[in-house]
C-alpha cells in the first residue's frame, strides 16, 4: 500500500464509517454488508476524490460524504460484476454471490446504488449529481459492450479495449476527480484539468490491474492467477500477446481463453507468453503513456493543496503489487 | 385493458417514445430495449403519476418526463427481477436472462436504472428526486426481505407478506402517484393523499397479481401458470391456503413449493386449494380493505382532475384479468 497522508487517512476512515452507518437497516443487508466491507478494499476512488476536494472553503463531512457515495457506487458495481463473471472470488475472499446466490447480489447491488443516489440527492448539488448519474450509465454501458466485445474474441482492436477501459474504470476515476473538484469550487479549466487526470489515471490503473492479474501466477497477490484469462477475458497484456505470437500459441491461447480448468503445465505456458519481452513491453509503454497524460494534466495543478498527495498515488499506480 | 381517456392515452404513448429515445445510444443496448420493450407492459405507474400530476400549471412534456422515468425505474426492477426470479418468462415472452443470459440482464438493469437517474437530475426536482431514490432502496430492501423470508416458509406472518408487498410493489406506486402530486404543486395534505392512495393501491394490486398467477392455470392469460408457487414464492393466496388447509394438504403444499416441474394433475390440486372458499374469501377480504383505502384517499381529492380517471383505474384493479 503506497503511504498516505495522516489527514487523509483519517478521512479514508471516516469514508468506512459512513458506509457502513449508511448499509446498517436492516439485519441481513447489515450481515452481507459485513461480508463485502470486511475485506476492505484500496478506496482508490474515494482517495481521488478526497485529494480533489481538497480546499479551506469546503468542510470535511462533505467531502467525506462526497467520497463515500463514490466508493458506494464503485462497490455497488463490484457486486454486480460478481454475477456478471461468475467469479468465485473477490478481493480474495469469496463473493457475496458464491455465499448468497446471484439473487443476493443483485439485489445488494441495487441496494447499494440507490443509498448512493440518496446521499447524492441529500448532497444537493446539481452538476455533481448529473455526473455521477452519467458516470454510473457509462459504466453500465461499458460492461455490456465488452460482453458483446468478448463474443467476437479474435477480432477485437486495441481501441475497442481502451474505450471498454475508459467506460469500465476510467470513468468513475473521472467522475471522482472532477465532482472532487467541482465541490473545491475551483475555476472550471481546473475542474477539466482533475477530469482528464483522472481519465488517464483510471485506464493506467486498469492496465496495471491487467498486469497484476497474470503476475498472481508467480506473486502471492491473495488473488487466485489468470482470473481474467479463466473468465474468457481480453485483457491488455493478452491482447497485445495475440498480437505478438505465432499462429500455433495463438490457437493455444484462444482454446483455453474462458476455461475454468487449466492445468498448471497450460497456466506456466500462458504466463510465459505473456511474459515475453514483446508483450511486456508493449503493454507497459501503454501504462506509461497513461500515466504521462495524467502527470501531464497535474503539472497544471501545482498549486493545488492536492498535488504532492496525487503525485505519489500516480506513481505508486505502475509499482503497486495490489 | 381498462378504457383509459383519449389524452391521457396520447401521454402513455409519449412515455414510450421517451424511454425508446433514451435508451437507444448503443446497438446492442437497443437489440435489448427492443426485446423488453416490445412485450409492451400496462404502465400502470406512469399511468398514476401522469393522473396525479394533471394540472392546469405544469407542461404536460413535465408530466410526460416523470412518468418515463418511472416507468424506466420499474423496468430495471423487473429485468433484475428475472435473474431474482430465474424466470424464463416475463410478459408473456422470453425473459433477457434467457435469450441473454444473466449478465446481460444485470448490466441492462443497472444501465436503464441510471438512464432514470440520469432523467431525474435533469428534471432537478430536489423532493422528488429524494422519493424516488428513496423508493428504489425500498424496493431493493423489499425484495432482500423477501429471499430471506422464503428461507423459513412455515413461519411466514401476513404482516411479513404485507411489508414485503409494500416495499416491492406498494412503495413505486407511492412514489408514483406522490412524486405526480408533488410535480402538480398543489397543498402538502393532498400529496400525503396521493401517497397513501398509491400504497394502498399497489399492495392491493399485489394481492390481484398473486390471485391472477393462480387463476392463469385455468384462464388463457398469456402468463404461465403457478407461477409464483413453482418459483417457490409465498404469495397471499397461498398463505390463506396454508392456514386453511389440513395438516396433510398443507404438508402437500411445501413439498411442491418450489418446485418447477409440476405434474398438470398435483398442479390442479394446487389450484382447487387455493380456489377453496374459505381461501379465496379471506384473500378477496384483503384485497377489498386496500382498494377501500385507496378510495377513501381519493374520495379527499374529488376536486382534483384525475379524480374521475383515478377511479376508474383503481375499480379496474380488482377486476382486472392480466
Redesign the interface.
Known amino acids: 500500500m503506497h503511504k498516505i497522508n495522516k489527514t487523509t487517512q483519517i478521512e479514508l476512515d471516516r469514508v468506512q464509517a459512513t458506509i457502513k452507518k449508511e448499509l446498517s437497516?436492516?439485519k441481513?443487508?447489515q450481515e452481507i454488508y459485513e461480508y463485502i466491507f470486511n475485506a476492505e478494499g484500496k478506496k482508490t476512488r474515494a482517495l481521488i476524490s478526497l485529494l480533489a476536494s481538497k480546499s479551506k472553503n469546503v468542510k470535511p463531512a462533505i467531502r467525506v460524504n462526497l467520497a463515500s457515495i463514490i466508493e458506494l457506487l464503485h462497490t455497488a458495481?463490484l457486486v454486480?460484476d460478481d454475477?456478471?463473471d461468475e467469479s468465485e472470488r473477490r478481493r480474495g475472499t469469496k463473493s457475496v454471490n458464491q455465499v448468497w446466490s446471484?439473487?443476493?447480489s443483485?439485489?445488494?447491488?441495487?441496494?447499494i446504488?440507490?443509498?448512493a443516489?440518496?446521499l447524492?440527492?441529500?448532497l444537493?448539488i446539481?452538476p455533481i449529481?448529473?455526473e455521477l448519474?452519467?458516470a454510473?450509465?457509462d459504466?453500465?454501458?461499458g460492461?455490456?459492450?465488452q460482453?458483446?466485445l468478448f463474443e467476437n474474441r479474435e477480432s477485437i482492436k486495441l481501441k475497442d479495449l481502451l474505450k471498454v477501459s475508459y467506460l469500465k474504470t476510467g470513468r468513475l476515476f473521472e467522475a471522482s476527480a472532477k465532482t472532487g473538484a467541482m465541490l473545491g469550487n475551483i475555476p472550471a479549466n481546473e475542474i477539466k484539468c482533475f477530469g482528464l487526470l483522472g481519465k488517464a489515471l483510471g485506464i493506467a490503473f486498469q492496465i496495471q490491474d491487467d498486469l497484476l492479474d497474470y503476475e498472481a501466477f508467480k506473486l502471492d497477490t491473495g488473488k487466485p492467477s489468470l482470473k481474467d484469462f479463466k473468465e474468457g477475458k481480453i485483457t491488455f497484456p493478452l491482447y497485445f500477446a495475440m498480437q505478438n505470437v505465432g499462429f500455433k500459441d495463438k490457437e493455444f491461447l484462444l482454446k483455453y481463453l474462458g476455461d475454468d480448468h487449466i492445468s498448471k503445465t497450460h497456466q506456466a505456458k500462458i504466463y510465459k507468453l505473456i511474459q515475453s519481452e514483446e508483450t511486456q513491453r508493449a503493454t507497459k509503454t501503454l501504462l506509461k503513456k497513461y500515466i504521462d497524460e495524467a502527470n501531464r494534466h497535474l503539472e497544471s495543478l501545482k498549486h493545488h493543496p492536492c498535488y504532492k498527495e496525487m503525485l505519489n498515488l500516480i506513481t505508486f499506480s505502475t509499482i503497486r503489487k495490489i
Chains 1, 2 share one sequence.
Open positions: 437497516s436492516e441481513i443487508i458495481t454486480h454475477v456478471v446471484n439473487s443476493y443483485v439485489l445488494m447491488g441495487d441496494f446504488y440507490s443509498k443516489f440518496i447524492m440527492v441529500k444537493n446539481s449529481l448529473d448519474a452519467k454510473t450509465n459504466i453500465a454501458k460492461e455490456i459492450i460482453l458483446e
